[in-house]
């Protein structure tokens, strides 16, 4: 089975400035790992997913995300924050399989806030 | 990448009364999962929809209280049975197996308030 823990629940930000949110998880098995974004009143959207290789990834609106698995952490960074990243941000894994989706598991998730 | 509709995208029921969501999916996917969002909450996996075959329940969870069909690649329904005010939530559909290893793709919530 696997767990995730976002760290904060609540990140506010000034527009333009850097964002960092935080995720971890535990594993007995490898993972494959997501971050996904909530905007208001929609459903969720995929930003980016770690599967293999290289441990940067890069994701749509310019975030990306770093696997760390020393420190079983994938956190998200935004080097320059706009109004429109206002959202729920989930990180979320799935057991390595082989092959096809797996039902994944999320974390509580951390809600952006970028004031003007 | 699969585009998936729900409907109803939102509802207001009674106590005891039950509601049947509806998951359209526009390209055949391996995969379909049902996930509940509390208010304010993360999203917590109901059940895999298996094709063909009864649905696989996570802990927490059970047929009688959601019942599961899934007749084909493209379409599965999730029933909210005899509900009550805690079943209040948004229930989310989410299919994969087409844009890659791992990657689910999410319709848009079905937003229901028991009263």
């Known amino acids: 089975a696997q767990s995730v823990t976002q760290l904060d629940s609540q990140v506010p930000v000034f527009e333009e400035a850097p964002v960092e949110l935080r995720c971890n998880y535990s594993s007995s098995v490898s993972v494959y790992l997501f971050w996904y974004v909530q905007y208001p009143n929609q459903g969720l959207q995929l930003l980016l997913k770690?599967?293999?290789?290289?441990?940067l990834v890069k994701g749509i609106n310019g975030f990306e995300a770093e696997f760390n698995k020393s420190q079983t952490s994938f956190h998200l960074r935004k080097p320059s924050v706009h109004i429109s990243d206002t959202a729920e941000y989930f990180c979320?894994?799935?057991?390595?399989?082989?092959?096809?989706?797996?039902?994944?598991?999320f974390g509580k998730g951390t809600h952006l806030i970028i004031q003007p | 990448s699969a585009v998936i509709s729900q409907k109803p995208s939102r509802d207001i029921c009674q106590r005891g009364t039950s509601l049947t969501i509806q998951c359209q999916v526009d390209s055949q996917v391996t995969m379909m999962f049902w996930y509940r969002q509390q208010p304010g909450q993360s999203l917590t996996l109901i059940a895999t929809?298996?094709?063909?075959?009864?649905?696989?329940?996570e802990s927490g969870f059970v047929i009688d209280k959601f019942p599961i069909s899934r007749p084909n690649l493209t379409f599965s329904t999730l029933t909210v049975s005899n509900m009550s005010p805690e079943d209040s939530s948004i229930y989310l559909c989410s299919g994969g197996g087409t844009g890659g290893v791992g990657e689910l793709f999410f319709g848009e919530g079905s937003r229901l308030t028991v009263l």
């Open positions: 770690y599967l293999s290789g290289s441990t």
């Open positions: 929809a298996n094709q063909g075959s009864e649905a696989t329940y």
């Open positions: 979320a894994v799935s057991g390595y399989s082989g092959g096809g989706a797996d039902g994944l598991t």
